[in-house]
């Protein structure tokens, strides 16, 4: 008998949903949690951690007609997500025509099922739903902490590129043509 394989699906998710309001407090409670391990050797203070996941959550700009908010599931379980949002006109090269640029957020496997590909499927759905929203480039930040996405990125073919934003916790940003 053949083993059964696991297999990741990704669709439109409303952003206050449930499952995704779910996923953005797991995701939030991680990448806070690691900071403060980093810089304090310890765990975001509860207290902080409720006021932080409740003011952060900008899921309105991950919504249409200028934004979505990607669910994967793994074996049929809520398991990541992956956020694109139109930006203003990106600045082009002196002599090139602007274009749309669209920006990568939230992109979170939850660990139970990390290292089953789940972050490159939901990249690559991202970078879909951004070239449907018209967008000929992809932005994002994140931090050095964060090594397994910044690996992600790099090796997804995103570049290195200088900040288009002044996010309080960004210390890189990359860029890929679309």
Do not use: I
């Not at 902490?145 to 288009?164: N, Q, V």
């Amino acid at each position: 008998m053949a083993a059964m394989t696991r297999a990741w699906t990704v669709s439109p998710e409303p952003s206050d949903s449930p499952v995704a309001l779910d996923l953005w407090r797991a995701y939030y409670t991680e990448v806070s949690d690691r900071w403060f391990q980093v810089h304090e050797g310890r765990d975001t203070p509860a207290d902080e951690l409720e006021r932080e996941v409740v003011a952060s959550n900008d899921h309105a700009v991950l919504t249409p007609p200028s934004g979505v908010l990607l669910l994967g599931r793994y074996g049929g379980e809520p398991a990541g997500t992956a956020g694109v949002r139109l930006l203003e006109r990106d600045s082009a090269a002196q002599g090139e025509p602007a274009e749309v640029a669209a920006e990568l957020k939230r992109v979170f496997v939850r660990k139970e099922a990390r290292g089953s590909g789940g972050g490159p499927v939901l990249l690559a759905a991202a970078e879909d739903a951004a070239r449907a929203l018209g967008a000929g480039a992809m932005l994002l930040d994140t931090r050095s902490d964060l090594a397994e996405a910044c690996s992600l990125y790099e090796r997804s073919g995103y570049e290195r590129a200088a900040p288009h934003n002044h996010a309080t916790y960004a210390e890189r940003w990359y860029r890929k043509r679309l």
